[in-house]
């Protein structure tokens, strides 16, 4: 008898286990479950039956790819700034793609350029260098700090910069989130103005650190975000459900936590 309670309670403790193993394993494909690719069928729909995405058609005209790790801020910047003034309207002539070599065949006095910010030009009217984005140490609070890429109130220093009008909101624990949901809401339900979230990757369901992107477009009927994520050939946009992105948003960076910023011309 002895011997058949073991066997019972080493049945049941497998039992235990193997739905353990199953409920942890299952967890994270649950997570991911409820980032919609705006891709698939009801990526689409929820597109077309949103009332909140105004921002969504001036914000894909001027999309682009971040080109390096470092550069999800400044390319989210440029294409912010590019949707607020659409035909150029004093926008930098970026020559920085250009080689000594393609105007050889061309007319002396042609410009090969177009009045465009890029994710490069953006970088030099803030205070963070370019060298400091790639991991210079700066000072910060006293120290000395590799401080890759962009932190939001730096995105923001950089965006202000560029003569347009910031609101930075930091999720602290002490922003209500119904604040948070209306601002952002109202924001997409508008044109001309824009939002650059900026949240935590892995607290959201993906790998990877802190990001930057801006956002397209509202759903209430999921109550879910269009990520126009700058990244899209690792991580394509998505739907996001609002919440998920507040937790995303209520994580620490290097000096405090991450949030959002709205922008609008001056």
Known sequence: MLFLA?????????????TFALARDDAPQQKLQTLVPFVSEEGGERLARATAKK?????????????????C??????????????????????????????????????ELTVPRHTQESVIAAG?????????????????????????????DEMLQAHNVVTRLVIVNADVAEADIRKELIDNLSRAGDFVIVNYQREAIGQSGGGHISPLGAYDAATDSVL??????????????????LLK???????????????????
């Open 6 to 18: 073991r066997v019972a309670s080493a049945l049941l403790m497998t039992g235990v286990l193997h």
């Open 55 to 71: 921002d969504f058609a001036a914000l894909a005209n001027q999309f682009e790819a971040q080109a390096t790790i470092a550069f």
């Open 73 to 110: 801020g400044p390319t989210s910047a440029a294409i912010v700034l590019n949707a607020l003034h659409p035909q150029g309207n004093e926008a930098p002539r970026d020559r920085s793609r250009l080689l000594p070599e393609d105007a050889r065949y061309l007319p002396k006095n042609l």
């Open 127 to 155: 205070k963070k260098t370019r060298a400091q984005v790639f991991g210079e140490p700066a000072r910060i609070n006293d120290k000395a700090v590799r401080d890759g890429g962009y932190q939001l109130r730096q995105l």
């Open 227 to 244: 990520i126009l994520d700058v990244n899209p050939s690792r991580y394509p946009w998505v739907w996001m459900p609002l919440a998920t």
């Open 248 to 266: 995303g948003m209520r994580t620490r960076d290097v000096v405090e936590n991450r949030g959002y910023i709205l922008v609008q011309s001056r």
